[in-house]
Antibody, heavy 121, light 107 residues
């Protein structure tokens, strides 16, 4: 069974940093792209970033470009999201998701349970 | 960026009703459109991928259709466990974008 387990969320000051992790199991991690998607309280879903299976290709939403960095450690089956210069609007539940296919009509399946990031002044 | 617009934003329906949710893209996305179901406090769950393919394990009362810019998700006979929020998502090009969601409530 594919499982994704996020961790690392919490309360952080405006302008601060946080690193999220997503531990994967039940599939060949290095063969799949992985993505982060977030959801602000009471709002819709917003795609944040994606990284290829090898880690050599990454894309970001404009809202996080230059502040967030996606990475992965295929030896540890773990996906990361380094978040710097955090803003109030980054407050959200952050989900990691396995990406089916790669840049050819991709979809997210499954999703982790999410980890809440709260940016406070 | 490709804008995705869902309608309606919310709807009230009864068990057994046929429900249709639409999703419109700001430009053609071929058939690169996915649908997810999300229940309160839970992660989204994939229902339909590439517009009309039913994800394994998803009940056959769910179906998707469309191509180009106009898509729809239909629930043929609404069940109690279907009351949730539904999201469409395009994967034609990054940044991948979602619709604003459609909340399906009990009438």
């Amino acid at each position: 069974e594919v499982q994704l387990l996020e961790s690392g969320g919490g309360l952080v000051q405006l302008g601060g940093s946080l690193r999220l992790s997503c531990a994967a199991s039940g599939f060949t991690f290095s063969s799949y792209a992985m993505s982060w998607v977030r959801q602000a309280p009471g709002k819709g879903l917003e795609w944040v970033s994606v990284i290829s299976g090898s880690g050599d290709t990454r894309y970001y939403a404009d809202s996080v470009k230059g502040r967030f960095t996606i990475s992965r450690d295929n030896s540890k089956n773990t996906l990361y999201l380094q978040m710097n210069s955090l803003r109030a609007e980054d407050t959200a539940v952050y989900y990691c998701a396995k990406v089916e296919r790669w840049l050819d009509g991709d979809w997210f399946d499954p999703w982790g349970q999410g980890t809440l990031v709260t940016v406070s002044s | 960026d490709i804008q995705m617009t869902q309608s309606p934003s919310s709807l009230s329906a009864s068990v057994g009703d046929r429900v249709t949710i639409t999703c419109r893209a700001s430009q053609s996305i071929r058939n690169y459109l996915n649908w997810y179901q999300q229940k309160p406090g839970k992660a989204p769950k994939l229902l339909i991928y590439v517009a009309s393919s039913l994800q394994s394990g998803v009940p056959s009362r769910f179906s998707g259709s469309g191509s180009g810019t106009d898509f729809s998700l239909t629930i043929s006979s609404l069940q109690p466990e279907d009351f949730a929020t539904y999201h469409c998502q395009q994967s034609y090009t990054t940044p991948w974008t979602f619709g604003q969601g459609t909340r399906v409530e009990i009438k």
